[in-house]
């Protein structure tokens, strides 16, 4: 069946580069998603990529998609104290299937 | 790992009725879940936020009269769309927390219910 996986811990020192990835199944996605959700607080999205792209960019957030592999990462650069959160895969059109979410946690 | 069960999956019901989606902790305890609802091709969109035991706090825009949030117990949380209308028409999913063991744990999904009003 449809699956999404990324992995559960990811720790990086603030300022450097956060690269969080995940693997998905359904080839047939239009969209892939980037969903963050912070403490106390429901998601929000962060970014998508149209599965016909490869890459989208959007300040210090970077989307790479590799359609062979159906594997997808998300890169935060020069990441933050602010950016400590869960973030989530997701994929899907009228049905969204979503990862389990990737804790990200700053070292000072 | 935690499993969130949403039912149902989908739904198609007559304009004007109402329709109760359930959303339903499997092994643990939810001391808050999240509604949300997506448009097609659309970001989803928190409609609101529910502890157990207390009133739902909505999200701008969401008319909390035709969108009724019932968490009662610690494992089941209900949405019920009241006089349902096309525009209605939606996927809505839930999200579920457990807060009280420890802060900022992991969020569980249910995997939606797709709503068709005719």
Partial sequence: GEDVEQSLFLSVREGDSSVINCTYTDSSSTYLYWYKQEPGAGLQLLTYIFSNMDMKQDQRLTVLLNKKDKHLSLRIADTQTGDSAIYFCAEGDDKII????TRLHILP | GA????HPSWVICKSGTSVKIECRSLDFQATTMFWYRQFPKQS???MATSNEGSKATYEQGVE???????????????LTVTSAHPEDSSFYICSARDWSTWKDTEAFFGQG???TVV
């Avoid at chain 1, 979503?98 to 979410?101: E, I, N, T, V, W």
């Avoid at chain 2, 499993?3 to 949403?6: D, Y």
């Avoid at chain 2, 909390?64 to 209900?78: E, M, V």
């Fill in chain 2, 44 to 46: 989803l969109m928190l």
């Fill in chain 1, 98 to 101: 979503f990862g389990k979410g």
């Fill in chain 2, 3 to 6: 499993v969130v069960s949403q």
């Fill in chain 2, 113 to 115: 219910t797709r709503l």
């Fill in chain 2, 64 to 78: 909390k009269d035709k969108f009724l949030i019932n968490h009662a117990s610690l494992t089941l949380s209900t």
